[in-house]
């Protein structure tokens, strides 16, 4: 009955779940490790444009936010001033991404 329990939970997680975007970070050498890189809705108005989630991440080192399926800004900076900004469409697969800092 367990198993029966268990296997009925995993199959009825839902889909959206497995959404959202995966990546790593590169930075020139100019720039520093680690790098801020922040999740938020697709917003040109900074007062509507809502923090989801922000995780630190080493030069090399990757992350990976589960978002459900919609538009959203990726954003990283560094101490030194660099910076990366990309607008997502996350659809039902996780997508790919490179957060390629450069320096403003």
């Not at 936010?65 to 001033?81: C, H, M, V």
Request: glycine fraction near 6%; hydrophobic fraction near 40%.
């Amino acid at each position: 009955m367990k198993a029966a329990l268990i296997l009925f939970t995993l199959f009825s997680f839902p889909t959206w779940a497995a959404s959202g975007v995966k990546g790593s970070v590169i930075s020139p050498k100019e720039c520093s490790s680690p790098v801020m890189v922040w999740v938020s809705l697709d917003k040109d108005e900074y007062k509507e444009r809502l923090l989801l989630m922000h995780t630190e991440v080493p030069v090399g080192g990757t992350f990976q936010f589960y978002l459900k399926p919609g538009n959203y800004q990726i954003r990283a900076s560094d101490e030194k001033g660099c910076e990366f900004l990309k607008k997502i469409k996350v659809d039902k697969a996780v997508g790919q991404l490179q957060v390629k800092m450069e320096k403003k």
